[in-house]
């Protein structure tokens, strides 16, 4: 078979995704007529335009017009099985998924009705797709400080509804990591992994934070480590991955084109990465899209492409045992598909 076929029946793991932002345009339809909230189009054509990334604006009037169409558990249900279809879709066996618990919140929703809907919705998505979904609740690092106490608390609490991380997203100038390092060691204590997005709006000093003042065990981005050589050994030295989203860095212009991407750079200096989509439908992407990146305009053969893909199931935040089987079965499909091409010449 073709490298690209490979590369899209390939099994993966995505690290870096946001719930609210991979909503299917044809979901975000059904619950406005649900709801009876107005959008700007109607057919799933006219949505997926409307959807496509223009500028920071338009990007936040979107995420809202997204919360205010999702009211009930099973709006949330509903969200979480159709983006679970979606990822068995492209053979991803398990999907760490950021949730922004303090925005649902902060818009009346209960607690009850979000994390019920959540719990349905995954253990649905395992049952019909054998897809495991963790999550990762941040902190929106330019809300209100109380919003950032309540995701910590809730989290902590939902830790044995699947939730593995607490990270912090939102705007990253203006906002440093230090101000979140009581919620981050809070959290660390109750056995969550620390997961903050740095690197991708700031410099290497976000970095820096996120690594010091977080204890980070991943970083969400960290593309602009490359402008840090003592930085990029550091995270080499010390195993700490980036999740890499390439699309999503070039719509949101921290990177004029792919040839300006620091990925393969990071990678050729030891730095760990995975590749990941951020928001799909939002960035006209999907993970297969970015999977493929790596072969075309990265340049990479398909052994280092299977080592980056194992990356993401290496350094995800299941229990070292699940881990373990996850990626003994990864490899063996891997070796499964490669057979199959050499097979059929
Ligand atoms: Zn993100």
């Not at 999550?135 to 950032?148: G, K, L, Y």
């Not at 620091?262 to 992407?285: Q, S, W």
């Not at 072969?295 to 995800?316: D, P, Q, Y």
């Amino acid at each position: 078979m073709s490298i690209e076929e490979y590369l899209r029946r390939v099994p993966k793991v995505e690290l870096h995704v946001h719930l609210e932002g991979s909503i299917l345009p044809q979901t975000l339809l059904t619950l406005a007529e649900r709801n009876r909230v107005e959008l700007p189009a109607a057919t799933p054509e006219d949505l997926r335009e409307w959807f496509t990334f223009r500028d920071f604006a338009h990007f936040i009037e979107i995420y809202v017009a997204i919360t205010r169409c999702l009211k009930h558990a099973e709006d949330y249900e509903l969200l979480v099985y159709d983006v679970g279809k979606e990822l068995a879709r492209q053979n991803v066996k398990y999907a760490e998924m950021t949730f922004s618990a303090g925005t649902h919140h902060a818009l009346g929703i209960a607690d009850e009705t979000f994390l019920r809907g959540l719990s349905a919705g995954r253990a649905r998505v395992l049952a019909d797709f054998g897809v495991r979904i963790g999550w990762v609740f941040d902190i929106v690092r330019d809300a209100p400080m109380e919003r950032a106490e309540y995701t910590t608390g809730i989290a902590i609490d939902y830790k044995d509804e699947g939730v593995v991380a607490l990270g912090i997203g939102g705007m990253e100038k203006g906002y440093p990591a230090s101000e979140f390092a009581a919620f981050f060691e809070r959290a660390r204590a109750a056995g969550l992994h620390s997961d903050p997005h740095a690197g991708e709006h700031v410099g290497p000093s976000s970095v820096w934070e996120a690594v010091r003042d977080l204890h980070a065990e991943r970083i969400g981005h960290g593309v602009r480590s490359i402008e840090d050589p003592a930085l990029v050994e550091y995270l080499a030295e010390h195993r700490i991955p980036l999740e890499i989203n390439p699309t999503s860095n070039i719509r949101l212009g921290v990177y004029p084109d792919y040839a300006s991407h620091p990925l393969r750079r990071l990678h050729d200096a030891g730095v760990i990465v995975t590749v990941n989509t951020d928001d799909p439908p939002m960035f006209n992407t999907t993970l297969n899209q970015e999977v493929e990146l790596l072969h075309s305009a990265f340049g990479f053969e398909v052994e280092t492409i299977n080592e980056i893909l194992l990356n993401a199931a290496r350094h995800s935040f299941l229990p070292v045992e699940e881990k373990k089987v996850l990626v003994d079965e990864m490899i063996a499909e891997m070796a499964r598909l490669g057979e199959d091409g050499s097979g059929e010449g």
